[in-house]
């Protein structure tokens, strides 16, 4: 699989409120930021991930500028999502422009995020 592919595949996940933690490499120096959260290490990341999916709904995620640089056991990416959710809890809808970028590394012939950032720009920065 191509990391293209895998970082699609994520994508779909992420709509289909299926797992995401298998997508991230065991260890304490992985790290994921989120538009409003750092997490670091694997376990902290299954915990968020396994929330997230827990307290969302409805998953909208619209990739339109996927760039991708493969080597042989690393990868780094970086895209332009739309994103949009129901939060379960208070049943209010959410939408982000967002940025998305972020390393891979090849484990077991298996390609694993080992870092990855997503962040938007708040509507009244400018």
Avoid: C
């Avoid at 797992?19 to 915990?47: C, N």
């Avoid at 307290?55 to 999502?81: C, I």
């Avoid at 870092?115 to 708040?122: E, Y």
């Amino acid at each position: 699989m191509t990391v293209e592919a895998r970082i699609r595949e994520y994508y779909e996940a992420l709509r289909a409120g299926e797992p995401l933690s298998p997508f991230f490499a065991a260890g304490e120096d992985v790290v994921k930021f989120g538009i409003t959260e750092r997490l670091t290490g694997f376990e902290e990341i299954e915990a968020g991930l396994r929330d997230q999916t827990r307290t969302t709904t409805d998953w909208t995620v619209e990739s339109s500028n996927l760039r991708v640089v493969e080597r042989a056991d690393h990868a780094w990416f970086s895209d332009d999502v739309a994103m949009a959710w129901t939060h379960v809890p208070t049943d209010r809808g959410l939408a982000f422009d967002t940025r998305w970028s972020g390393t891979l590394e090849r484990r077991d012939g298996a390609w694993l995020f080992v870092g990855m950032h997503v962040s938007t720009v708040p509507e009244d920065a400018f």
